[in-house]
């Protein structure tokens, strides 16, 4: 490093330390406000990855705050990543301390929404919820336009919801559904038993979830007068499929103005364990060039439309005057392949296409502007980085690792290596510049198909800072052998220390029994 970029970095350093030192001494807490989006990768943000999807919203976010450019999903026993993911963020504990698969949150994990009310907060969900329900009301004092509890209609025009139900039942008979009359009123009805899995809705129909969950976001933040400090959990169900934005959105990415990324692959050259799910049903076998632009397409107009919407509530919070003293957490569940290496989903330890995701803090609390940082990190630390924020107790039941050093500049990484888990078939170990993806085959049980072995016994090694797409394996080159050797071994050690055992986390298979 020349001995000016090490001034201009000290700088930066302690003009951090300095503003958030000053910031934590202030006697009116912050509000918190965390926006968790679906199946958004890394790259999906355009100030992120410089790919072509507009997110002038998030743009500005990022570039008025401060960007994680290595935060990773750790992984998932499940191939609804979103569940484990979830459950990650909100208790802020590891892949492999969580209860089960993520589903159910125990009393004794403490989940950030009881943390900031702990702290003298009124904590508010709205969206998407993927865990029990007694988790969820023990979370937040209340909240809105609750999804994923129960009925679901593949549909963001046709999304069951429930109000608030502050005894924890949400019982199905209470979810309904918004859509417009016949002169153009939105109104609610229950959902049917005759109600048919879509997509078949349109912006004629519905409103958008997208739109309904930011419209109450910024609701309840116009309305917000008590003293007390707002913390939210506002949760999108976009970019999830099924990838529907209204036609404006749609006609922003014509088909043939998509430019593919290297990683695209008409089809997967292996076995990975989890080849045939539901996500990878979306497209036909070959993923041709055109229909890999035609979902890229859909996914950058869904992302774009979602942005908009994101950008709602940012200006309800500089409306109402708060956002001056708000600290804004973005960032998504899980990266999603859409064509990389020949898949759809997110079911795979590869960067972009299941694990990669963005992280970024930003909003009128904090006052550095532009600062990236490349130390890894994972989901499960954004929770013990925002109560260092904002100057509350970290609950002796989170293992993620707060931010705060790097943000500081007391430290460069928290973390000297990532890890990352998918079911029995596949893990990943990431130190310094390279990454050792490892594949096993391994029984199985669908319930179609019964008991069953897949996968194939595959290693892959990929220098990620010359090659962040992970186009290129290294694994078999005679001088690369001697790392690989170092990192099989290194990564069978983490595994261990991590808990990455059957034992522990209650999983029928283990991959290393495989391997």
């Given amino acids: 490093m020349t001995t000016k970029k090490f001034i201009k970095w000290s700088c930066v350093a302690l ?119 007694a988790s969820l009301t023990r979370s937040f004092n209340d909240g809105q336009t609750v999804m994923g509890i129960g009925v679901y209609l593949t549909d963001h025009y046709r999304m069951p919801l429930w109000d608030w139900d502050k005894t924890g039942a949400f019982p199905k008979k209470d979810a309904y559904l918004l859509y417009y009359d016949e002169q153009g009123n939105e109104v609610r009805r229950p959902v049917a038993k005759t109600d048919k899995r879509g997509p078949t809705g349109t912006e004629a129909d519905a409103p958008h979830s997208s739109e309904i969950f930011a419209r109450n976001a910024a609701s309840y933040i116009k309305n917000y007068h008590d003293k007390k400090p707002f913390c939210m959990y506002l949760a999108f169900h976009a970019p999830h499929d099924p990838r529907q934005a209204p036609k404006k959105y749609r006609d922003m990415y014509p088909i043939e103005s998509i430019h593919l990324p290297q990683s695209y692959m008409p089809q997967h050259p292996f076995d990975n364990g989890h080849m045939f799910l539901r996500d990878e049903e979306l497209a036909p076998w070959p993923r041709t060039p055109e229909v890999a632009k035609e979902h890229l397409a859909a996914y950058y107009a869904i992302i774009t439309h979602l942005d908009a919407q994101i950008g709602k509530v940012i200006a309800a919070l500089k409306e109402s005057g708060q956002y001056d003293n708000t600290i804004i957490v973005f960032s998504g569940d899980s990266g999603l392949a859409v064509g990389c290496h020949g898949l759809m989903g997110k079911q795979s330890v590869y960067n972009e296409d299941g694990i990669h995701v963005p992280f970024v803090i930003s909003g009128g609390a904090i006052k550095e502007s532009g600062v990236r940082y490349d130390a890894l990190c994972y989901i499960h630390d954004i929770y013990p980085t925002l109560c260092d924020l904002a100057n509350i107790e970290i609950p002796a039941s989170v293992t993620g690792k707060s931010m705060m050093p790097v943000i500081k500049g007391e430290k460069k990484q928290v973390r000297d290596y990532i890890y990352n888990a998918y079911r029995q078939h596949q893990r990943a170990y990431r130190k310094g510049d390279y990454k050792l993806l490892e594949f096993v085959k391994a029984p199985d049980k669908d319930w179609k198909l019964g008991e069953l072995t897949r996968g194939s016994r595959t290693t892959l090694l990929f220098n990620i800072k010359n090659d962040p797409w992970e186009t290129t394996n290294l694994a078999f080159l005679p001088q690369y052998f001697d790392l690989v050797k170092t990192m099989q071994k290194e990564m069978k050690e983490k595994a261990e220390e991590l808990g990455d055992d059957n034992k522990f986390t209650g999983e029928k298979y283990d991959f290393w029994d495989y391997y």
């Avoid at 570039?63 to 484990?84: H, Q």
């Avoid at 979830?86 to 125990?106: C, E, S, V, Y």
């Avoid at 009881?114 to 329900?133: C, L, P, V």
């Fill in 15 to 133: 003009l951090c330390t300095l503003s958030l030192s000053s910031y934590a001494k202030k006697s009116k807490k912050p509000n918190v406000l965390v926006i968790y989006t679906d199946d958004h990768r890394y790259s999906g943000v355009h100030a992120l990855g410089g790919q072509a999807v507009r997110t002038p919203n998030i743009d500005q976010l990022a570039n008025n705050g401060i960007i994680f450019d290595n935060a990773f999903l750790m992984g998932s026993f499940s191939g609804a990543t979103c569940m484990p993911s979830r459950a990650m963020l909100n208790t802020g504990r590891q892949l492999f301390k969580l209860h089960g698969q993520g589903h159910d949150i125990p009393v004794e994990h403490t989940t950030f929404g009881e943390a900031f009310s702990k702290a003298g907060y009124n904590t508010h969900m709205i969206g998407k919820w993927h865990q029990d329900r």
